[in-house]
């Protein structure tokens, strides 16, 4: 995982070797989190872009494949989890740190919960006799908060699997004297993103300090780094 303390550094003499001053761990933390989220999304796009390239037969095999190098930097944010244990015990609650669900089952069994996001298209198949939910073809309704799950009786049982939201970085410093700081490596929080992201999250910061500051040396450099990735 990316190490905050080195982004910071980099980040730091950016800005200093561009004499725009010190950026604040407060400021940093703020720019830090929101370009983890920006890199974080950006691997969902790229997902959908190598499943376009492995469709066509364009894609390369093997460890060259970019599906298969997508895949394994979102496997770490992958995660299981019963909907009965998630948000205070709700059987219906959506886990707190939900982003994207893969799929759902029914515990100790291969029973699939089809997933369903359109309020109208639930009232059809709850109304309907042909396709009505039971417990061997079970459905889902996924709302804002909420996953209610049909037959209703089976809400505690259904476990879900899902993309995970990244845990948000966190520079923390201790003043040692007179000011002087150093981070406080033992409460600081690294990016949860793999180390050949680097450029691309100094990349991010460095664009929206530039904007921050209005900065075009700040701004251009930025956009390089996360074109150039």
Do not use: W
């Not at 980099?10 to 800005?15: P, T, W």
């Not at 004499?19 to 796009?45: C, H, I, R, S």
């Not at 209610?148 to 049982?157: A, H, I, K, M």
Request: aromatic share 8%; with cysteine; net charge negative.
């Amino acid at each position: 995982m990316i190490r905050i303390g080195v982004v910071y550094s980099i980040v730091r003499d950016l800005c200093n070797k561009d004499q725009k001053g010190f950026v604040t761990p407060a400021v940093f933390n703020t720019l830090a989190e929101a370009a983890q989220m920006n890199v974080y999304n950006e691997m969902f796009n790229e997902l959908k872009l190598a499943n376009r390239l492995r469709a066509s037969g364009s894609d390369a095999g093997r460890d060259k494949s970019a599906y298969k190098m997508v895949e394994e930097d979102l496997s770490y944010f992958v995660k299981t989890s019963s909907l009965v244990n998630v948000d205070q015990g709700l059987a219906v609650g959506k886990p707190s740190d939900l982003s994207r669900i893969i799929s759902m089952h029914l515990n100790d069994t291969n029973t699939s919960v089809e997933i369903i996001y359109d309020v109208e298209k639930i009232k059809r198949v709850l109304n309907s006799n042909l396709s009505a939910p039971t417990e061997e073809f079970p459905v889902a309704l996924v709302g804002s908060n909420t996953i209610d799950v049909f037959p209703e009786e089976l809400g505690d049982e259904v476990i879900i699997t899902y993309y995970r939201y990244p845990v948000a970085p966190l520079y923390k410093v201790k003043e040692i004297s007179d000011g002087f700081v150093i981070e406080d490596m033992t409460n600081s929080i690294d990016f949860e993103l793999p180390d050949h992201y680097l450029t691309e999250v100094v990349g991010e910061i460095a664009r929206m300090i530039g904007v921050r500051l209005r900065d075009d040396v700040l701004m251009q450099y930025g956009t390089a780094e996360i074109t150039n990735k």
